[in-house]
Every structure is written in structure tokens, then in C-alpha cells.
T-cell receptor, first 115, second 108 residues
């Protein structure tokens, strides 16, 4: 059971380059998320998708775009990378279960460095 | 606005000592709160959630609506408890709002 899988795990970019982080989940969840994790800042929501075909901005969407390709996949794109986007990126998915509420499952993280 | 505050960036205790990681929240409705744990360079994992009132790995957390707190407690810390701990609040639409995180270091 893979859960949430994201790629790549590590990436170094030059300022101005573009790249896409891929995420897929095999739990048939409707909701998917992209967070970034920075020291002292916790996890901050970049974008989320409540269901296939919908996306919404989170706390820190500037400089990013997302695509909910289908129910399984939710990609994050940096069009023109900046050093401030150096961070660890986590993809996540969730489903509300009547008996146990809402549980979010996270991927292993993608370490991105922009030089 | 919804907000989660973890006032301590780092908490250092000795093995066997009690530990309490503080979490305060701001939410106008009935909150749904969680604690997540992240061991070194691993993915975040759900530790516990207030609606199930469970105890995981010896940790418990009680929701105090009067004080708007959801502190995480363990009576006797173990070295393997060393990790980053995040308190989180479920916001409308299902997304989670996280606190800044507290690094717990348990010394031998």
C-alpha cells in the first residue's frame, strides 16, 4: 500500500528555472494538498483541491500553480523558481470518515533547493 | 480567523521525565484537533485526534474549550519520542492548519 507518493525526493534548481512536483495517492481520496515546511514556520498550505476538477489557494500560493489531473494526481508547478522557494514540500490527501473524522496522509516530502 | 499556536520551538527533557507540548487554537466553531509527529527526515504521521480520545505511544491530549488548548502530554518520556510535533486544526473545507511545531528532545 503506497499511500501518497511524491517525486522527485530531491531537486536543485537555478533561479528562474521551472519544475513540477508530482503527487499521486492510491486511497481514492477526494481531497489533496500541497504544503511547504520551513524551520520555525511549521507547515503552510500552498494549494488544495477538495475534489477532482477543483483547486483553491492556501496561505502561500504566490509563485506556484497546481493541476488536479484526475482523482489520483495533484501536481505543483514552480514557473520561475526563486531562492525563497527553497523548502521541503509535502503532498497530502484526505477523506472525511463519519466514524473517525478527517485524517490527512502525507507523502515523504520533496527537498527543493533553489540557488 | 483560524490559528494554531505552539509557543515552544524546542522542548528538552530527560528520559523518564513528564512532558507537555503546548497547543492553543483560535476557532469560532467546534474545533477538530490533531497532533502529528515527524521523526527525523520522515513523513508526518497522525499521532492522535481529539474526537477519538485515544492514547497512542503513551501520549494523550485533552481538548479544553475554555482555555482553547489541546496540550499533548506523556508521563514518562522515552528517547524514541524525540521528534517534531505539530498541532493541527481542521478548517472548513477539510484542510488542516498547522502550528509552528515543537521539537522534542529526550536526553538519556
Amino acid at each position: 500500500n503506497a499511500g501518497v507518493t511524491q517525486t522527485p525526493k530531491f531537486q536543485v534548481l537555478k533561479t528562474g528555472q521551472s519544475m513540477t512536483l508530482q503527487c499521486a495517492q492510491d486511497m481514492n481520496h477526494n481531497s489533496m494538498y500541497w504544503y511547504r515546511q520551513d524551520p520555525g514556520m511549521g507547515l503552510r498550505l500552498i494549494y488544495y483541491s477538495a475534489s477532482e476538477g477543483t483547486t483553491d489557494k492556501g496561505e502561500v500560493p504566490n509563485g506556484y500553480n497546481v493541476s488536479r489531473l484526475n482523482k489520483r494526481e495533484f501536481s505543483l508547478r514552480l514557473e520561475s523558481a526563486a531562492p525563497s522557494q527553497t523548502s521541503v514540500y509535502f503532498c497530502a490527501s484526505s477523506e472525511v470518515v463519519r466514524s473517525s473524522g478527517n485524517t490527512i496522509y502525507f507523502g515523504e516530502g520533496s527537498w527543493l533547493t533553489v540557488v | 480567523a483560524q490559528r494554531v499556536t505552539q509557543p515552544e520551538k524546542l522542548l528538552s527533557v530527560f528520559k523518564g521525565a513528564p512532558v507537555e507540548l503546548k497547543c492553543n487554537y483560535s476557532y469560532s466553531g467546534s474545533p477538530e484537533l490533531f497532533w502529528y509527529v515527524q521523526y527525523s527526515r520522515q513523513r508526518l504521521q497522525l499521532l492522535l485526534r481529539h474526537i477519538s480520545r485515544e492514547s497512542i505511544k503513551g501520549f494523550t491530549a485533552d481538548l479544553n474549550k475554555g482555555e482553547t488548548s489541546f496540550h499533548l502530554k506523556k508521563p514518562f518520556a522515552q528517547e524514541e519520542d524525540s521528534a517534531m510535533y505539530y498541532c493541527a486544526l481542521r478548517a472548513p473545507g477539510g484542510k488542516l492548519i498547522f502550528g509552528q511545531g515543537t521539537e522534542l528532545s529526550v536526553k538519556p
